[in-house]
Each structure stands twice: as C-alpha cells, then as structure tokens.
C-alpha cells in the first residue's frame, strides 16, 4: 500500500522560507517522478516542481527562481525548500507520485497517488 505524508507547512511573513517534506513509503508501480503540487483558494491545483525518474526538474515561472526540489532516494523523501515566499505562494501544497501510465499511447508520466496536502500561509 502506498502512502505519501507531507509535513513542514505553515505560515510565514512574506520574504521567508519554508521546507516542505514528503515521505513516500510503499512500492511505486512504473514510477517515473516526484512531485509537488498546489491549490490557491478558488482555483485548480496546479503543478509547481517535479523531479523525473530521467535526472530532469520541471517548474513554473513563477517559483524557478526561489523555490528546490530535492529528493533522498535512501529514504525516499521529498522536499521543497521554498524561499522568498510571497502572498500568491499561499496554498494547500501536496506531495505527489507519479507513474507511467501503460495504457495511454505515449506512456504519459501522471500522478498516481497524493499527500493529504499541507496548507502553507504567507502573510504581509
């Protein structure tokens, strides 16, 4: 059974830093990356880093140059070290695992199983 605890949330003044971790415990089918997620209020969640099983890292604009994704394959944790929070940065962040979709004609990489999430609050 596969299980994804996210832990290090919290609230920050703007400018600060935060590190997200997530333990990953269970055997991943097809795994293929890692990664982290976000859902602003009234909006869908959005994808903010992902590290792939071929050594490559993805990001949005907005958080490329402030935030790391980082991975300890012994123990099979992710982080988010996110820093120079600002306001818009305030989210529920979840932890996600992805799998090679075996059935789609590209073999897409998609997110198989979430964290419960962790709510991350960045005030002025």
């Given at each position: 059974?596969?299980?994804?605890?996210?832990?290090?949330?919290?609230?920050?003044?703007?400018?600060?830093?935060?590190?997200l971790?997530?333990?990953?415990?269970?055997?991943?089918?097809?795994s293929?990356?890692?990664?982290?997620?976000?859902?602003?209020p009234?909006?869908?969640?959005?994808?903010?880093?992902?590290?792939?099983?071929?050594?490559?890292?993805?990001?949005?604009?907005?958080?490329?140059?402030?935030?790391?994704?980082?991975?300890?394959?012994?123990?099979?944790?992710?982080?988010?070290?996110?820093?120079?929070?600002?306001?818009?940065?305030?989210?529920?962040?979840?932890c996600?695992?992805?799998s090679?979709n075996?059935?789609?004609?590209?073999?897409a990489?998609?997110?198989?199983?979430?964290?419960?999430?962790?709510?991350?609050?960045?005030?002025?």
């Amino acid at each position: 059974q596969v299980h994804l605890m996210e832990s290090g949330g919290g609230s920050v003044q703007a400018g600060g830093s935060l590190q997200l971790s997530c333990v990953v415990s269970g055997v991943i089918p097809a795994s293929c990356g890692r990664g982290w997620y976000r859902q602003r209020p009234g909006e869908e969640r959005e994808i903010v880093m992902a590290t792939l099983a071929d050594g490559s890292t993805r990001a949005i604009d907005s958080v490329k140059d402030r935030f790391t994704i980082s991975q300890d394959r012994a123990t099979d944790t992710l982080y988010l070290r996110m820093n120079n929070l600002e306001t818009e940065d305030t989210a529920v962040y979840y932890c996600a695992a992805m799998s090679v979709n075996l059935t789609s004609p590209n073999y897409a990489c998609q997110v198989r199983y979430w964290g419960q999430g962790t709510q991350v609050t960045v005030s002025l």
